[in-house]
Each structure stands twice: as structure tokens, then as C-alpha cells.
């Protein structure tokens, strides 16, 4: 959705936003200083983030979280997926099995015999 006009934001859509950020600062600041488990945060954050999403068209979501939330779409649903309790380790090995076929579209294969060089 890539409007000039600003997407119209209700008072309790301000106040997700404003919680997803203050939770994901603090996640990151325990992350950064290893002080502390941050997991609680993102959850928080991404129990926010699907009550931000609740009645709204993904398009004008998507563009609400990375406009205010400072966040990725994908980053956006892995929050909201932990927060409706799915594992740390299942989002990691889902995300790593993608980057696994995303590079494998990127291979470039060497003709047989090539020399390096």
C-alpha cells in the first residue's frame, strides 16, 4: 500500500503500536547486554502485534508495521506466531530450512571439468 496518504490510526491501534515498541526495545536491550531472558518481551510484543492486526487488510497490516513498528512483515507473523505459542525452535528451524532453498536457488553450478583458476 504505498500511498502518500497516512493510513488512519484508531486510539487502540496507537496503543499497540506503542506497546510493540516498548517491548521490543526491551528484548533488544536484554539481548544486547545478556542480561536476562528477552522471550517474554517478544511475546508480548507479538500478542500486540495480532491484536493491531485484528479487522485490517494484510496490506494496510504490513504497512502499519514497518512504518510504525520499524519491523518486517515476516518479522512481524514470527512474533505473533510466538505469541500464540509456538516454539523458539520450530520458527528458527522453519526459518533456516528456507534460507536453505532460498540459496539453493542461487547456486551456481560449475560445468563438469572446469579448472579454477
Sequence with gaps: MASDEPIPLTASDAENIRAVMAMMAIARSRVKRRHGNPAPFYIAAGEHLDRLRRDKPQAIWAEIVSTHCGISRRRAYELVALARGK???AIRA???AS???SRAKHVVHKPQGAKNG
Excluded: G
Design 94 to 96: 522453519e526459518k533456516a
Design 87 to 89: 516454539s523458539l525452535a
Design 99 to 101: 534460507m536453505r532453498r
